[in-house]
C-alpha cells in the first residue's frame, strides 16, 4: 500500500499532461521543451519522464529510471524515519504530604521510566487550601530529583501551574542494549503517557480486609 501511495504522487510519460515542462537530469540540456520532445529526449536515453514539481510553472519533469527513482524516494524515507525521534513523557503524581512509604514506591518507578528512556514528568497536585503547601511541594521534588540523580537529570526546575508543581527529568543516559539515535532532522515527536501508580495498601489495610 505505502508503495503504490509513493507511485501515485508522481506523474510519469504520457501522464504528464501539460503542454511544456522544465527538463532536468544526468546528460540532459536543462530547459523548458515542449512535452513531446520532452518525452522523446527521455525515450532516446530509455529512461522515463518524471515530473517532480508540478506546481512549478512550467512544471519541472527529470529524464531518470523511474524505477530506481522510486527506489531512491524510499530509501530517503527510511532515513528519515529512524533520524526521527519519539520522546515519551510518563508522569507521576505526588499530594503535598506524601508520605515515605508512597513516595519511595513512585520513585521506584520513576527510576524504571528513566532506565526504559522514557522522560519524567513529576508533579505535586495542591486541591483547595494544601496550596499553602507549595514550598513543601517543591522541596519534595528536588528530593525527588536528587535521588533519580544516577538515572535523569533536570530538564525544568519546579515551576508552579495553576495547581501543579512540575519538574521534569530526562534519562542520563541510553538505556542497556540499546543504540543512541542519531541527531533528528526535524522536531521530536512527543507521545505523552499518563502512569497512574496506585497507592500501596498499608498494613491496617491489609487487615481490614482479611
Known amino acids: 500500500m505505502k508503495n503504490d501511495n509513493l507511485k501515485e504522487q508522481y506523474r510519469i510519460n504520457e501522464r504528464i499532461r501539460v503542454r511544456e515542462v522544465r527538463l532536468v537530469g544526468d546528460n540532459i540540456e536543462t530547459g523548458v521543451y515542449p ?7 527521455a525515450e532516446e536515453q530509455a529512461m522515463d519522464l518524471v515530473e517532480i514539481s508540478p506546481n512549478a510553472a512550467p512544471p519541472v519533469c527529470r529524464v531518470i529510471d523511474y524505477q530506481k527513482f522510486l527506489y531512491q524516494q524510499k530509501k530517503r524515507q527510511k532515513e528519515q524515519k529512524a ?8 508522569e507521576i503524581r505526588f499530594g503535598p504530604q506524601t508520605d515515605d512509604h508512597d513516595y519511595n514506591f513512585k ?27 507549595k514550598e513543601q511541594g517543591e522541596v519534595l521534588l528536588l528530593r525527588f530529583a536528587n535521588d533519580l540523580e544516577d538515572y535523569g ?11 501543579r508543581m512540575i519538574i521534569m527529568l530526562t534519562p542520563k543516559k ?13 522536531a521530536p515527536k512527543v507521545v505523552k503517557k ?11 489495610d491489609k487487615k481490614t480486609e482479611e
Open 107 to 133: 520513585l521506584k518507578h520513576a527510576k524504571g521510566f528513566l532506565e526504559e528512556g522514557s522522560k519524567v514528568k513529576a508533579y505535586v497536585f495542591f486541591k483547595g487550601r494544601s496550596i499553602l503547601f
Open 194 to 204: 499518563v502512569i497512574t501508580i496506585p497507592k500501596p495498601k498499608s498494613e491496617g
Open 174 to 186: 541510553a538505556s542497556v542494549g540499546s543504540t543512541p539515535a542519531p541527531a533528528p532532522a526535524s
Open 83 to 90: 533520524k526521527s525521534v519519539k520522546v515519551v513523557v510518563k
Open 35 to 41: 512535452i513531446a520532445q520532452a518525452l522523446k529526449i
Open 153 to 163: 537529570k533536570v530538564e525544568q526546575l519546579p515551576v508552579l501551574e495553576g495547581k
